[in-house]
């Protein structure tokens, strides 16, 4: 039996916590892959009809050589999904407490693949494989931390990024039935649909200079020259429009109003706009 079970991007890190995430955040998807092979023939087979998957969040209540026990916290979301197909992602789920409220003790997070033969049975499933996650702090103070944690995953969005993400060839993995596919990524809409729920990709590339480059058939930045009228100055010039560009990215995402401010929604207030659309005989943005 081979699992692999792939993180669409790592937690959070530093010295002073070590892995640590937010509350009101959705956990990095998880996808967990399962190929099962005849020992006799050498041949896949399919996993069992029962084959179910389950993600659970634990904090060590006692932790001696002679005993180990665990308590299970819970989870916001669809922690338990059917495997039976060889493939599942975890996506959407939330922790449902912090380590404030638990004495400031560090989760884990458990993955499991367990069967069991009557749903309605009390008989406790048999669990053909378990892995937990090393501690994580669950925080949600709202602390200078977190203002500077905040703008760093918000910064994912124009962060500069390296330059060999524009020739690499994505590709998106999947895997049913024990057999597993690969399937090019092409620069048109479905291509960037791929793109984004492949869960083999990690530490996806979201930068809009990057999207409109990669996938220039369907993707077009515009800006605001309400805001900024002399972008482009009197004369093109295309080594500093990309300079240019970035500065209102970021000037645009500090000035963005909070989500419930009625003016945020109309887009004569948008400093930059990021167009998704089925386009033809487009190259570049």
Not at 118 to 143: E, H, N, Q, T, W
Request: with cysteine; hydrophobic share 35%; glycine share 4%.
């Amino acid at each position: 039996m081979d699992i692999t079970i792939d993180l669409e991007r790592n937690f959070m890190h530093n010295d002073d916590l070590g892995w640590n995430w937010h509350k009101s955040w959705n956990l990095p998807n998880i996808a967990i892959n399962i190929k099962i092979t005849d020992p006799a023939t050498n041949e896949y087979i399919l996993p069992p009809a029962d084959l179910k998957a389950q993600l659970m969040a634990v904090k060590v209540l006692l932790n001696k050589a002679e005993q180990f026990k665990l308590t299970d916290l819970g989870l916001k979301g669809q922690f338990v999904q059917d495997l039976s197909e060889g493939q599942v992602t975890f996506s959407g789920i939330k922790f449902s407490s912090t380590s404030y409220n638990n004495d400031g003790v560090k989760f884990h997070l458990i993955v499991l693949l367990y069967v069991q033969d009557d749903a309605r049975s009390r008989a406790c499933p048999k669990i053909l494989y378990s892995k937990i996650s090393p501690p994580i702090f669950v925080d949600s103070r709202k602390s200078a931390r977190d203002a500077n944690t905040t703008k760093k995953v918000m910064n994912k969005y124009f962060d500069p990024f390296g330059p060999e993400n524009f020739e690499k060839t994505f590709v998106k993995r999947n895997t049913k039935f024990n057999e597993s596919k690969e399937e090019q990524i092409e620069n048109n809409l479905e291509g960037l649909s791929q793109y984004f729920t492949a869960p083999n990709i990690r530490n996806k590339v979201k930068h809009p200079f990057f999207l409109a480059t990669k996938f220039s058939k369907c993707v077009r930045i515009f800006y605001n020259r309400k805001f900024h009228p002399d972008i482009l100055g009197n004369e093109f010039n295309e080594n500093t429009l990309v300079q240019k560009l970035q500065k209102v990215l970021i000037e645009s995402s500090i000035k963005t109003k909070a989500k419930n401010d009625q003016n945020s929604k109309v887009f004569d207030n948008k400093h930059i706009i990021l167009l998704v659309e089925e386009l033809e005989n487009v190259n570049a943005f």
